[in-house]
């Protein structure tokens, strides 16, 4: 997909997600809402979801595609890595990542956003998997990010598992 095509799709997925969570201040929801506008408008996205910062590691909270992993701890996964280092993750070829953590064979590209809260506090990571090699790139970054920043900057906004 062209640089150009894929803006425009994030774009018009941003307007969507800005509209239909107007008002809305449960996290869950957010999460189960932008993981099917994305995957509706994004053909690459074969797995999205998020998994929330519980007990010191990860755990697999709203998504959509195969069974994802249940548990990540920090210290394992493109996951792990990203809520660890508190920074996006973009992996061309998970086969030669030695982190990786295969919750779906047939994954072969990845990114993983981190997600604050408005205290700077890591809530949780946004994944996106693809079946394609090389499918994410800085657009993806950029545009991810915003979402995330837009929807989770809330400071009263917790998770409570």
Same mark, same amino acid.
């Given at each position: 997909?062209?640089?150009?095509?894929?803006?425009?799709?994030?774009?018009?997925?941003?307007? /969507?997600?800005?509209?239909?969570?107007?008002?809305?201040?449960?996290?869950? $929801?957010?999460?189960?809402?932008? &993981?099917?506008? #994305?995957?509706?408008?994004?053909?690459?996205?074969?797995?999205?979801?998020?998994?929330?910062?519980?007990?010191?590691? #990860?755990?697999?909270?709203?998504? *959509? !595609? $195969?069974?994802?992993?249940?548990?990540?701890?920090?210290?394992? !996964?493109?996951?792990?890595?990203?809520? %660890?280092? *508190?920074? $996006?993750?973009?992996?061309?070829?998970?086969?030669?990542?030695? /982190?990786?953590?295969?919750?779906?064979? %047939?994954?072969?590209?990845?990114?993983?956003?981190?997600?604050? &809260?408005? &205290? %700077?506090? #890591?809530?949780?990571?946004?994944?996106? +998997?693809? $079946?394609?090699?090389?499918?994410?790139?800085?657009? +993806?970054?950029?545009?991810?990010?915003?979402?995330?920043?837009?929807?989770?900057? +809330?400071?009263?906004?917790?998770?409570?598992?």
């Amino acid at each position: 997909m062209r640089r150009e095509e894929k803006s425009n799709i994030y774009e018009s997925a941003i307007k /969507e997600i800005k509209a239909v969570l107007l008002g809305e201040n449960y996290a869950i $929801t957010k999460m189960a809402t932008i &993981n099917c506008i #994305l995957k509706q408008n994004l053909p690459s996205y074969y797995w999205v979801g998020f998994y929330l910062v519980h007990e010191g590691g #990860l755990i697999v909270g709203p998504y *959509q !595609g $195969t069974l994802g992993c249940i548990h990540i701890p920090f210290q394992k !996964g493109v996951c792990g890595r990203a809520a %660890r280092l *508190q920074t $996006t993750q973009i992996v061309a070829n998970v086969h030669e990542d030695i /982190e990786h953590v295969a919750c779906d064979s %047939r994954s072969n590209s990845e990114i993983v956003v981190p997600v604050f &809260n408005g &205290n %700077r506090e #890591l809530i949780a990571v946004f994944d996106v +998997d693809s $079946t394609e090699f090389s499918s994410f790139d800085d657009i +993806d970054k950029l545009y991810l990010e915003q979402i995330m920043s837009d929807q989770f900057i +809330d400071e009263n906004l917790q998770i409570n598992l």
